[in-house]
């Protein structure tokens, strides 16, 4: 696969919109994004179902919390190619064993939502389309605007066009004071809205509850639910530009 050129938007204008959630350790994490609005944006349309969600069948009948997942101005943060292509940058600024552990944990949880999408974890982040990387978020200006407050993790996603179809890529950053468990938590957490989930669940059994626990649990069968839901959404990404410009 060759390099991926990003190209912006035509005549759209960037937003920003940022999601705040106070978690119980006093950090903030921050869903930000770049939507779009424009006129030559593909009207939205669900994709197939890729075949891991359509094989899924919750017997233990859980339940979801898709109400609480953002629909944004492009639809619903599916991905429609698989495997979808993940890339883990190596620190390089601490020992190499704790860089190899931080890798590892970050894999496991690459592994655990493998089992439900195709990832694919890949060398270059020049073909990827989700980038981690273990760096501090910027501190976040707290609501009453007197306080900069630290963020364990933060979830961007980036809109462009390749072969005239509209596509995203997300990047993940997640802070070095994450250690042990939590590192797998975190990632496991994030990689959950790059892979769609783009909010939070209110159950703390869920991999995607709002607040940091102090014995993180895996993906539970609430939050495959929830992704399968995502992907029977529609979505403007993975579609066409051409038809919308004739």
């Given at each position: 696969?060759?390099?991926?050129?990003?190209?912006?938007?035509?005549?759209?204008?960037?937003?920003l919109t940022a999601f705040l959630l106070t978690i119980s350790t006093g950090l903030l994490i921050i869903l930000a994004h770049y939507p779009s609005s424009a006129t030559a944006l593909p009207p939205p349309k669900p994709h197939p179902?890729?075949?891991?969600?359509?094989?899924?069948?919750d017997?233990?009948?859980?339940?979801?919390?898709?109400?609480?997942?953002?629909?944004?101005?492009?639809?619903?943060?599916?991905?429609?190619?698989?495997?979808?292509?993940?890339?883990?940058?190596?620190?390089?600024?601490?020992?190499?064993?704790q860089a190899e552990e931080w890798v590892q944990s970050v894999v496991q949880a690459v592994q655990e939502w493998n089992s439900y999408l195709p990832l694919k974890i890949v060398?270059?982040?020049?073909?990827?389309?989700?980038?981690?990387e273990r760096k501090a978020p910027p501190l976040q200006l707290s609501t009453d605007k007197k306080i900069l407050r630290?963020?364990?993790a933060l979830t961007t996603y980036q809109l462009y066009t390749k072969n005239e179809v509209l596509l995203h890529s997300f990047t993940i950053l997640l802070s070095p004071s994450?250690?042990?468990?939590?590192?797998?938590?975190?990632?496991?957490?994030?990689?959950?809205?790059?892979?769609?989930?783009w909010g939070h669940s209110p159950s703390q059994t869920d991999a995607l509850y709002f607040s940091q626990v102090r014995n993180p649990l895996t993906i539970s069968a609430r939050d495959v639910n929830t992704l399968k839901r995502v992907y029977q959404q529609p979505t403007s990404l993975g579609w066409s530009l051409i038809d919308t410009q004739k």
């Open positions: 696969m060759g390099k991926m050129t990003l190209h912006p938007i035509p005549n759209i204008k960037k937003l179902l890729p075949p891991t969600l359509v094989q899924w069948n017997q233990t009948n859980s339940g979801d919390y898709f109400s609480q997942v953002a629909k944004t101005e492009i639809g619903y943060l599916v991905w429609s190619q698989f495997p979808v292509q993940v890339y883990i940058k190596r620190p390089i600024n601490i020992i190499n064993q060398e270059s982040p020049e073909i990827a389309d989700i980038k981690i630290a963020r364990s994450q250690t042990g468990n939590y590192v797998v938590a975190s990632a496991r957490h994030e990689l959950g809205h790059a892979l769609g989930i």
